[in-house]
């Protein structure tokens, strides 16, 4: 069984490889822990998994945010070896062969990862196990991106959660200084091996992956560990206010480390001990993001225990399962309203402002997700999956299980979703949480001369103020695509199909 690496045996192995994948850093790393204390000589590596980045654009800002962290990755697996011949080995191939035949090519006894919950790395972890199997390699997980994952918390019953707020009870009740311990790496890193010679060569460009370099250098998200670390100090005396700020785009209220726990160049165990003990000292902004940090764990359960939210074939599914008989909009004219939601065309300024967000930075406001989420689905009648696809292209942070829980949250199809009768109205989230426009215009700079009234639904506007602020409706900025309020009907009617028994 899979699982976390047993700590009382030591020098289990003489020779051993370390993947890294999700987990790019070296400090409370767990498997790198665990392997370089099982074996004598330790190897690092990261395979750039050919499938996977097949499917990107050639400018992706995740792929150089990664390139980035693994050039830092690099020099400080030489720097706890103490001389430059150890390092990270890296390869352009399918991970699923490569690594494999690279632990065959060093003679290596063992493997060792982190756990992956995406379905797909799933398969692959399986496929992997039983190659190296067939070698008589012995292949190690451990747990490293949750606190409590899998069947970790269950009910009473002895059943996976399905509503949040019993599963954050029981979280907090279990968790203790003992799930936030770090991994001491540093104390067995003397185990770091040379590399081979052949083998002793620079993280490759972007170019000779097959890529471009993005915006990512002019954006505020420095990569790598000391990137996820400052970041992170800067948020620590923001914290206390995160429950007040968090909701208002144009503040700086976010933690902005999404990215970095996405693919691991910050420890999940550091950033929620930290939350944990200072809510436990009274700190009710820490007591907010600590909660979000636990959907992030709620959500990885939910992925690997009901795993037909998001097949291995990528395809997904409600949560529940009589939503997916619902009627979305089809045909052209959908696909219309799709790409005017995508390119930020809508008519409705917050929407269009936080679409231009995440199309020019990868990132978008957690707020603003939920209002354009509700807006697609909502005020369109779109499917939540042609939402979920789009996000999963674009955003930096970009996690499967909580891209799906966050879409089927805001459908209603998910666990614990919001009701089919909650819309939000993005003229009034405009006016609550951006009231003065300051995200808006930042976005939206033609709408600069419009009075703050009309600034979130510009075609309230006057003909004298919209002659004033130089502004042509339908030339200069879109008429709005639906009005709301007869979307909100024809919405309650399309859900008609799973209201009987919905409170």
């Known amino acids: 069984m899979i699982g976390i690496l047993a ?16 987990d790019l850093r070296t400090s409370d790393n767990a498997a790198l822990y665990q392997a370089l204390k099982a074996c004598r000589q330790l190897h690092c590596a990261f395979v750039f998994d050919t499938p996977i980045l097949q499917a990107l654009p050639r400018r992706d800002r995740r792929l150089e945010f990664i390139r980035d962290s693994l050039a830092e990755l690099d020099a400080q697996l030489r720097r706890l070896a103490g001389h430059d011949h150890a ?4 390869r352009h191939a399918v991970a699923a062969l490569e690594i494999p035949r690279l632990a065959r090519e060093l003679g290596v006894q063992s493997v060792f990862a982190n756990h992956d919950y995406e379905p797909q790395a799933v ?6 196990r039983g190659t190296l199997a067939d070698a008589g390699i012995a292949f190690h997980t451990a747990k490293d991106h949750a606190i409590f994952e899998r069947t970790e918390l269950l009910t009473q019953a002895g059943k996976p959660y399905a509503v949040f ?4 009870n029981v979280w907090l009740a279990k968790a203790d200084a003992f799930y936030f ?3 001491p790496v540093e104390k067995y890193a003397q185990a770091l091996a040379p590399r081979p010679e052949a083998l002793r060569r620079e993280v490759p460009a972007l170019a000779a992956l097959g890529f471009e370099p993005t915006n990512l250098a002019q954006l505020p998200i420095p990569a790598g560990m ?7 100090a800067d948020f620590m005396p923001r914290i206390g206010h995160y429950g007040e700020s968090r909701d208002f785009p144009s503040v700086k209220g976010p933690s902005y480390l999404g990215v970095h726990l996405r693919f691991g160049t910050v420890s999940i165990r550091a950033l929620a001990g930290s939350a944990h003990q200072l809510a436990a000292q009274g700190s009710g902004g820490a007591a907010v993001w600590l909660s979000e940090l636990i959907w992030r764990d709620f959500y990885f359960q939910v992925l690997a225990n009901f795993p037909h939210v998001s097949d291995e074939a990528g395809n997904s599914h409600s949560f529940k399962r009589e939503y997916d008989a619902i009627k979305w909009e089809h045909g052209k004219a959908a696909d219309t309203l799709f790409a005017a939601w995508c390119e930020g065309r809508t008519g409705y300024p917050l929407v269009d402002a936080a679409m231009a967000q995440i199309n020019q930075t990868g990132y978008m406001h957690n707020r603003l997700r939920m209002v354009v989420a509700s807006f697609l689905t909502k005020d369109l009648g779109l499917d939540w999956r042609r939402g979920e696809r789009y996000f999963a292209q674009q955003l930096n942070d970009f996690d499967l299980s909580a891209n799906n829980g966050g879409w089927q949250w805001a459908s209603s199809s998910g666990c614990d979703a919001q009701p089919y009768f909650r819309i939000f109205n993005p003229v009034s989230q405009s006016r609550k949480f951006d009231p003065q426009g300051k995200f808006i215009l930042k976005y939206l700079p033609q709408l600069a001369g419009l009075p703050e009234a009309a600034l979130h639904a510009p075609w309230t506007a006057s003909p ?4 004033a602020a130089g502004l042509t409706l339908g030339k200069d900025y879109p008429q709005p695509l639906v009005q709301h309020d007869e979307a909100r009907e024809k919405t309650l009617a399309r859900y008609a199909v799973v209201r009987k028994g919905t409170p």
């Open 87 to 90: 390092g990270l080995i890296t």
């Open 7 to 22: 700590d009382a045996v030591e020098k289990t192995y003489p020779a051993g490889l370390m993947w890294f994948r999700r």
């Open 181 to 183: 311990k770090p991994y």
């Open 123 to 128: 398969a692959r972890d399986a496929a992997v």
């Open 226 to 232: 000391s990137g996820g670390q400052a970041l992170l």
């Open 165 to 168: 707020t019993p599963y954050k």
């Open 464 to 467: 004298v103020e919209l002659a």
